[in-house]
């Protein structure tokens, strides 16, 4: 009897060992998660927003003046990047990103303001659109594309819906944004083939670059552990400082000609008056860029 009590309590102490054991395996297994480092390389559209797209509704609203923001009038572009992952438990991460976009400046739509801006001017009280076929315009409008970039780092938050085959993220970060203002270059001329006159300007920003904080919050999903489809609003308010300069030539009769319908006119104030310009000055203002980027990536 002694013998089988010992055996019994012996069987019974391995047993309970065992279920500890069990019971332990799976704390340690969550205790011992080790730090998850990934890199992902990700692309797709960069679509300006706000201030960053508005479109001009006239020439004078693309131009920087004293204690006035610019309109942006960026079109949409594409945007390249590289974020390293730094996974701290299986949901919550750290993120640091680098990435680029680039977004062509509408000059289409500048030109046909400084043609709108032609067409409303008033000379002597006679609009010029009514006197056209008595003048020969012609106008240009070019300008470099937005290049910009951001270094940033944040949290990044990931709850897996089906383990391992689809994942939602969302992602907050703060940085550093660097970018360059175009060069832009707004070109009039007029004839008046009637008395031989002809008159060009022009008026030109120049390139600047600048620095400022920038931020940025986004979401989206994750496939397969692999493959990440997202969407990021990022924004920053660098301070650019940038030189406005006019230029005027005439050939022909300078100053007041008579112009049959308009009575005296003179080119060059007609030019000033078209390009909106001011003396050359060196402009300083606050430039928001807003943009929203849509991006397919894959994780290495």
Request: proline share 6%; glycine share 10%.
């Amino acid at each position: 009897m002694k013998t089988f009590s010992r055996l019994f309590l012996h069987r019974m102490t391995s047993l309970s060992a065992a279920c500890l054991l069990a019971f332990a395996l799976p704390a340690v297994a969550q205790d011992s998660y080790v730090i998850n480092n990934r890199l992902e390389i990700h692309g797709g559209v960069s679509a300006p927003i706000a201030n960053f797209s508005a479109l001009p509704s006239t020439l004078q609203d693309l131009i920087p003046q004293q204690g006035k923001v610019p309109l942006g009038a960026a079109n949409l572009g594409f945007t390249l990047g590289l974020t390293d992952i730094i996974r701290l438990t299986p949901n919550l991460g750290l993120i640091f990103s680098l990435d680029g976009a680039y977004n062509p400046y509408n000059t289409v739509e500048a030109e046909r303001q400084l043609r709108s801006g032609i067409g409303n001017l008033s000379v002597s009280g006679v609009n010029l659109s009514v006197i056209s076929a008595l003048l020969q315009t012609n106008v240009t409008y070019t300008a470099q594309p937005y290049i910009n970039g951001r270094l940033m780092g944040g949290l990044r938050y990931e709850l897996p819906i089906l383990a391992n085959v689809f994942s939602i993220y969302a992602t907050a970060q703060g940085g550093v944004f660097y970018g360059v203002l175009p060069a832009t270059d707004a070109k009039l001329s007029i004839a008046v083939p009637l008395v031989n006159i002809r008159a060009e300007g022009s008026i030109s920003q120049a390139a600047a670059q600048a620095g400022a904080l920038a931020y940025g919050v986004g979401a989206g999903i994750v496939l397969f552990d692999r493959v990440t489809l997202g969407a990021r609003y990022t924004g920053a308010s660098p301070e650019f400082s940038t030189d406005i300069k006019p230029v005027i030539s005439t050939t022909g009769v300078p100053g007041n000609v008579a112009v049959p319908g308009l009575g005296q006119v003179n080119i060059q104030s007609l030019l000033n008056a078209a390009l909106g310009i001011l003396p050359q000055t060196a402009t300083r203002f606050a430039f928001p860029v807003s943009t929203v980027q849509v991006t397919v990536g894959v994780i290495l």
